[in-house]
């Protein structure tokens, strides 16, 4: 056996190892749309087997997909920096899970295959220790695979020594094999990236095994700075010892700087200074530029703040501007989305374990806010946490210490938090479920964003960002939006906010066919949603109407007798609509 057969032996292994162990799904789907082949995480995470997922259409499993819409996700998959959506999938069991999906077209064999990636966001710990699965197929599709991949996958040894890198990666850094093999992964970071990693991956990796999107910057051959995101997982040996490490590194898409310049462009076509800094924050209406005042305010000291406000409101992108003017935006902020908690999970998933605290417990391991030690936390849907986790947290506000589930020292920490909720917690804590002493430590320094029903002058700057880059998202032109348009937007009443304005807006851009935006492509009429005089909030109208609407049709979401179709709305919006007022959406679809 020659030398170069050797290498490329193991590489198919190493490939193949990749695929089967990555923590994230990877699935190749045909022209047609059903679905070719997955790795082990993907068939576990929807429960089909191989021959069960070939026979259906990525429509008939992608919750918010429908088949009218497949040309156009494959398309925008074959462009420079493919697709990226975020939507639910139907298991076998009917149960839904959100993913995130990365996708980009292969050429294999004189055909083409779509090869997607996907990111479980309620849950990114699900189980992803996959067993290694025969090889499925060819040694000579994986090479493909390993090569042509948009993502640059590279192994390390155990003392963080490159042992292989792919096409993808050398081109993107600009070297050959032979220049980087054995050198160490740090001479390929920039400086300030070298001790974040150091501080934040291994211990991580240490500790779970895995990391996931974790952002850092690389150095090109030619001295560039590349901002990515590194998903890694860790072989480790029975003394919890690093043996390797396999990682894909993303570049943070150039899409995503794109969309960054072009909403900056929408600030200087609309001549408005001074909001430039809140690029991602669109709007400039008097309630707006408050909360940019308070946020300028707050963010450079490290005040605990409470965002408050309606859903959809912009409550996480609040938080994220606070923390990247802060002095700790060199590390990532952790998000913990407390109403996706498991409830029996939900002390040791912020606090940590130690080994053997309950059943299932097999390792120590790290709570939320050891992980945010140094940064910020961003605890989303606060009013979520049970009594018992609630004194827990207040606790960790007082001591600036925690201590995990089954242990008996504290570890000091050093977190800035910042919280959000839509609900009223000053009601919850007359009701007995909000502590008050919790609440009054959180309470130091309110935000509260406005609903959009009392910005609507910042609706024509939303629109024309939302159809910039939805446009732009699916390789469409669209420069012009009827003046019709507008005038429909703002006399709607807008229960969803912006995040119901964006998901209106990047339907009637799916549906609007030429260059100018049409009224009929937008699927609001103002009026729709009749509150009742007893009901506190539009959010809580919205919700009773979808459980209304649930119980009427059986818990079907779609077809001509599904909720969706009651309500006027398609099955994706009411779906995201669900998802974000927490209707329960483990429920069983139809
Ligand atoms: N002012 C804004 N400019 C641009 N996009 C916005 C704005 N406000 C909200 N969005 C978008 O709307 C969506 C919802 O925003 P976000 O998740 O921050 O809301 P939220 O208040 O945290 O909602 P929830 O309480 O339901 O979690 C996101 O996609 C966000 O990017």
């Known amino acids: 056996m020659t030398i170069s057969s050797k290498s490329n032996t193991a590489r198919n292994r190493l490939a193949v190892n990749t695929i089967e162990r990555a923590p994230e799904g990877i699935f190749w789907v045909r022209a047609t749309g059903f679905f070719y082949q997955a790795n082990e995480w993907f068939y576990r995470l929807l429960g089909y087997s191989e021959e069960e997922l070939r026979a259906l259409h990525v429509c008939d499993v992608a919750i918010d997909l429908e088949k009218a819409q497949w040309d156009v996700f494959w398309r925008q998959a074959g462009k420079p920096g493919g697709l990226r959506h975020e939507g639910g999938l139907a298991t076998k069991l009917q149960e839904s899970v959100i993913v995130e999906i990365r996708a980009c077209l292969l050429p294999i064999d004189g055909d083409q295959l779509m090869c997607a990636f996907v990111r479980d966001l309620v849950d990114p710990h699900r189980e992803t220790e996959p067993l290694l699965a025969e090889l499925r197929a060819s040694e000579a599709r994986f090479r493909t695979l390993y090569n042509n991949t948009p993502v640059m996958l590279q192994a390390c040894d155990h003392e963080t020594r490159l042992y292989s890198a792919n096409k993808y990666w050398l081109e993107t850094l600009g070297y050959e094999w032979e220049e980087v093999k054995g050198r160490q992964t740090r001479e390929f970071m920039t400086e300030a990236s070298r001790d974040n990693v150091i501080h934040r991956v291994i211990p991580v990796l240490l500790e779970s095994g895995s990391i996931h999107d974790f952002e850092y910057q690389m150095v090109k051959k030619n001295g560039q700075v590349l901002d990515v995101a590194l998903t890694a997982v860790s072989e480790r040996d029975s003394d919890g010892d690093i043996i390797r490490t396999l990682s894909m590194i993303l570049p943070i898409s150039d899409r995503k700087r794109a969309e960054r310049l072009e909403s900056q462009n929408v600030f200087l076509r609309e001549e408005l200074s001074g909001a430039a800094d809140f690029a991602e924050i669109i709007g400039h209406s008097p309630p707006l530029q408050e909360v940019f005042q308070a946020i300028d305010m707050v963010a450079g000291t490290d005040a605990t703040v409470l965002l408050l406000g309606e859903t959809g409101t912009g ?160 390789g469409k032109k669209i420069p012009n939006i009827n003046r019709k348009v507008i005038e429909k937007l703002v006399s709607y009443p807008w229960p969803g906010n912006v995040r119901e304005l964006a998901n209106i807006l990047e339907r009637a851009v799916i549906l609007c066919p030429g260059r100018t935006l049409q009224p009929q492509h937008i699927g609001v009429d103002a009026g729709v949603v009749q509150l009742d005089d007893d009901v506190p909030t539009l959010a809580e109208s919205e919700y009773r109407l979808i459980l209304r609407a649930l119980e009427k049709c059986d818990g079907r979401l779609s077809g001509p007798k599904g909720a969706a179709a009651i309500l006027g709305v398609n099955r994706s919006t009411l779906w995201s609509r669900m998802h974000k007022l927490g209707i329960d959406i483990s429920r069983k679809i139809g």
């Open 315 to 474: 409550k996480e992108l609040a938080a994220r501007a606070i923390h990247e003017r802060s002095d700790r935006s060199k590390s990532v902020m952790i998000t913990v989305n407390c109403a996706a908690l498991q409830p029996n999970l939900v002390e040791s998933e912020l606090f940590g374990h130690e080994k053997g605290a309950f059943t299932g417990a097999l390792t120590t391991k790290k709570g939320r806010f050891e992980l945010a030690d140094h940064s910020t936390i961003f605890l989303d849907e606060v009013g979520e946490l049970s009594l018992e986790a609630q004194s827990k947290l207040l606790r960790v506000l007082q001591e600036q210490e925690v201590e995990r589930v089954g242990g008996t020292e504290t570890v000091g920490i050093d977190v800035r938090i910042i919280a959000a909720t839509n609900r009223p917690l000053e009601v919850e804590v007359s009701k007995g479920n909000f502590r008050a002493d919790l609440y009054y430590r959180l309470n130091i320094f309110p935000i509260r964003m406005p609903p959009l029903r009392d910005r609507i002058d910042d609706i024509p700057l939303l629109t024309n960002h939302f159809v910039d880059k939805f446009a732009q998202h699916i």
